[in-house]
């Protein structure tokens, strides 16, 4: 411990000491809450589907997103993709969503609840007759919402542009699984 053994100190300088080891142990708190209400949130529609932002990015400091997304009935959210550097849970607040897995379906009613850990293949759509609303949550969110507002650029576009879908896609850490890439994962 010499290494850290105190130098001759001038007057005073035990004090400035003692207020300095006092600050290492005290906790600085702040108020950093967000609050978002019901129906706050940027939204975005696309497709027969709505996005509402309600924890950003930058509201969390890239720690998570939540977003609230709303299928309309027969509409895709999401073809069969996974994540390299986040994870995806989905929330099921009103009808039921399906997920879809690399080797099955599951339902999710209201109330339901799927974690979706990176390198997990995935993706959903509502395939009721009904509208589907869930909440999603990404962790790190990777600046999701930035993605799902190229997507609504790129989706409105007459027609829309494969290799900009796909760049889009590679950039916000999403990354498509065709059929091949899908028998090759299930022989293992």
């Excluded at 967000?34 to 950003?56: C, D, P, Q, R, W």
């Excluded at 576009?157 to 850490?173: I, N, R, S």
């Amino acid at each position: 411990m010499a290494m850290f053994a105190a130098n001759a100190q001038t007057p005073g300088a035990e004090s400035e000491n003692n207020r300095r080891i006092s600050d290492y142990l005290k906790d600085n708190l702040v108020d950093n809450a967000v609050v978002v209400n019901a129906g706050m949130g940027e939204s975005l529609s696309v497709h027969g589907s709505t996005m509402t932002f309600k924890l950003t990015t930058a509201s969390t400091n890239n720690q998570l997103g939540l977003y609230e997304v709303t299928l309309a009935p027969q509409v895709s959210g999401a073809k069969l993709h996974y994540h390299r550097f986040m994870d995806e849970t989905f929330v099921v607040t009103q009808g039921k969503l399906t997920i879809q897995l690399i080797d099955r379906e599951v339902e999710l009613a209201e109330g339901g609840i799927i974690h979706i850990p990176r390198f997990t293949p995935h993706g959903f759509y509502n395939g009721t007759d009904g509208e589907v609303k869930a909440l999603m949550l990404f962790n790190p969110p990777q600046h999701r919402e930035d993605f799902f507002r190229g997507m609504g650029v790129i989706l409105a576009e007459e027609p829309v542009d494969p290799t900009k879908f796909l760049q889009l896609y590679h950039k916000y850490d999403s990354h498509p699984v065709n059929e091949f890439e899908a028998a090759r994962i299930l022989q293992k």
